[in-house]
């Protein structure tokens, strides 16, 4: 089973990047699928997450209106649209999907099972 991100990389503030998450292994149609976000010497923190359907998504505070979360699960593929980034969003960013099936969305590390190798995203001012 594995996670794979990217799509990450140096962006201007201001600007946009898309990340994109494949799964493998098995299909994650029925697991939640959230990113997360590690910043140097904080904590790792929920950006967006997205229920099995697609039909509800939860957002951190300081992204809502910026960022989007959306899935294919023909694909088995999770996505995160970040626009009007700002330098405060520079961190390492993670996908992650949830051991049980059409659950709620999780906002806790500690509740994914499945986590990808991360991918940089740094926007400089």
Do not use: H
């Amino acid at each position: 089973v594995q996670l794979q991100a990217s799509g990450g990389g140096l962006v201007q503030a201001g600007g946009s990047l898309r990340l994109s998450c494949v799964a493998s292994g098995r299909s994650f149609s029925a697991s939640t699928m959230g990113w997360f976000r590690q910043a140097p010497g904080k904590e790792r923190e929920i950006v967006a997450g997205i229920n099995w359907s697609g039909g509800r998504t939860l957002y951190l505070d300081s992204v809502k209106g910026r960022f989007t979360v959306s899935r294919d699960n023909a694909k088995n593929t999770v996505y995160l649209q970040m626009d009007s980034l700002k330098p405060e969003d520079t961190a390492v960013y993670y996908c992650a999907a949830s051991r049980d099936y059409f659950s709620a969305i999780y906002d806790k590390p500690n509740e994914y099972e499945y986590w990808g190798q991360g991918t940089q995203v740094t926007v400089s001012s």
